[in-house]
């Protein structure tokens, strides 16, 4: 029997993993919640550019939590610190519905959450028997499943780094200019550089590279770097002024006697050929994810994602596809170490299923 699902969000990721719900064998779209009084009664599945699947879209919370649905997708709007995602997912977590999120960033390492939040989630988990999960691709499934499964073929482990490097020419959301800081002057710092973001960010996923190894993370420390064009260019976010930010380059380092022992590296671009000789993909595509092993011996993985929109299906497809391992997890506020291991089903039709 299908899995019954809620799912909130339908704008550019929201809208890929809708699609993904709708397309993937083991789950049933029963509720979308929208925020856009101009989406309320469209169907789902219009929303997500795929025939009419017959659930209305609506901005009625209490509606949904009516539903008694095994699981709510979570794709809200947030940044470390937001507390509204948290109390509007409460309610499903008391009423015995499972989450998958990909917006509570500082809840995806358990023992480091904050801690006031946390004692609502569990309380509300203890209540309905349910559970919370946070997962995406960065920070997410690339800077903890696929690191963690690159450790197997380690021995002596100096350091693990996860990076992005990409190309964000055509993406359109502002966040590009607001969070990771495009078009700003140099000396400017972006918002996931303030107040402690940056480590709200992706300090959780990289905790979880530190249990694995069981090193004891003795400090942070970051840095922040860009490159210029001399010329204006036109980009998805629109028109980038000469002299402000094309590339960004950043690191966060977890710290452990006196060395970074896991880092998250970004080398990000929106022009093409700029940049000051960082890190770029080994493949011939615009955006990988890569694990470095750094030791003895030392190695890496790279997932290279194709240019038809590949990037933004991986992006999300880890929330959709985690839904039946979450469901059958035990109850709590989960990491990725607590569900079972969990893949895509959505095989090509002429394939004979058993």
């Given at each position: ?217 003795e400090a942070w420390e970051s840095d922040f770097e ?48 700029a940049g000051k000789g960082w890190k770029a993909p ?73």
């Amino acid at each position: 029997m299908a899995l019954r699902v809620i799912h909130c969000g339908s704008g550019q990721s929201g809208a890929r993993a809708l699609a993904g719900i709708l397309d993937h064998p083991d789950l049933e779209l029963v509720g979308q919640y929208v925020w856009s009084q101009d989406k309320v009664g469209v169907d789902a599945g219009v929303l997500c550019g795929k025939a009419p699947c017959g659930v209305a879209a609506t901005n009625d919370w209490d509606a949904l939590i009516a539903l008694k649905a095994d699981c709510l997708s979570y794709f809200g709007r947030a940044m470390p610190g937001s507390i509204e995602p948290v109390k509007e997912m409460l309610p499903f977590l008391a009423g015995g519905v499972n989450i998958v999120n990909f917006s509570a960033f500082e809840y995806a390492h358990p023992p480091s959450a904050p801690a006031e939040p946390k004692a609502w989630i569990e309380a509300a988990c203890r209540e309905g028997d349910s559970s919370l999960f946070f997962t995406g691709i960065d920070p997410g499934w690339a800077t903890t499943d696929l690191a963690i499964a690159a450790l197997a073929a380690a021995d002596r482990v100096d350091c693990v780094r996860v990076l992005e490097l990409g190309w964000f020419g055509s993406y359109r959301s502002q966040s590009l200019r607001d969070v990771f800081g495009f078009g700003l002057p140099p000396g400017e710092l972006p918002g996931m550089m303030r107040d402690g973001k940056l480590e709200g960010l992706w300090a959780p996923t990289l905790r979880h590279i530190a249990d694995v190894l069981g090193v004891e993370i003795e400090a942070w420390e970051s840095d922040f770097e860009i490159d210029t064009l001399d010329h204006d260019i036109e980009a998805g976010i629109g028109l980038v002024k000469a002299g402000t930010a094309v590339v960004i380059h950043f690191e966060l380092r977890a710290m452990s006697g006196g060395k970074p022992i896991v880092v998250v590296e970004h080398v990000d671009s929106i022009a093409r050929g700029a940049g000051k000789g960082w890190k770029a993909p080994h493949a011939p595509v615009d955006l990988v994810h890569r694990v470095e092993i750094e030791g003895d011996p030392t190695f890496s993985l790279e997932v290279a994602y194709a240019p038809d929109g590949s990037a933004g299906g991986c992006t999300v497809m880890p929330v959709v596809n985690a839904i039946p391992a979450v469901c059958a997890a035990r109850p709590g506020l989960l990491g990725p170490l607590d569900i079972p291991r969990y893949w895509g089903r959505n095989v090509r039709a002429s394939a004979r299923r058993v």
